[in-house]
Nanobody, 126 residues
Framework: QVQLVESGGGLVQAGGSLRLSCAAS????????MGWFRQAPGKEREFVAA????????YYENSVKGRFTISRDNAKNTIYLQMNSLKPEDTAVYYC???????????????????WGQGTQVTVSS
């Protein structure tokens, strides 16, 4: 069992930056692929970014490429999402997730993630 706790959300003006963190409770986290997803009001949850077990491979949703960076520190059982040049359309609840099923390979498929955090709100004002 892995518990995930996100932090770092908040209110920021368009063009600003935020850094989200996700701390895992279990050392087996180091073998899991990790991902960030988001859900805006009235919309489906969507993939944002994913990282493999070592941090050597990453994937991004097209709209965040070049603005967001996913990273991980396995010594701290933590992943991060650095978000720059934020836009109002980035407003959503952001969730981190851990995948034990993808064998450490980064995946964009929400169905492959079996542990989810409670979410952190990111609001970008125009």
């Amino acid at each position: 069992q892995v518990q995930l706790v996100e932090s770092g959300g908040g209110l920021v003006q368009a063009g600003g930056s935020l850094r989200l963190s996700c701390a895992a409770s279990n050392r087996t986290f180091t073998s899991y692929a990790m991902g960030w997803f988001r859900q805006a009001p009235g919309k489906e949850r969507e993939f944002v970014a994913a990282i493999n077990w070592s941090g050597g491979s990453t994937y991004y949703e097209n709209s965040v490429k070049g603005r967001f960076t996913i990273s991980r520190d396995n010594a701290k059982n933590t992943i991060y999402l650095q978000m720059n040049s934020l836009k109002p359309e980035d407003t959503a609840v952001y969730y981190c997730a851990a995948s034990s099923e993808s064998l450490g390979i980064a995946t964009m498929e929400a169905g492959m993630y079996d542990y989810w955090g409670q979410g952190t709100q990111v609001t970008v004002s125009s």
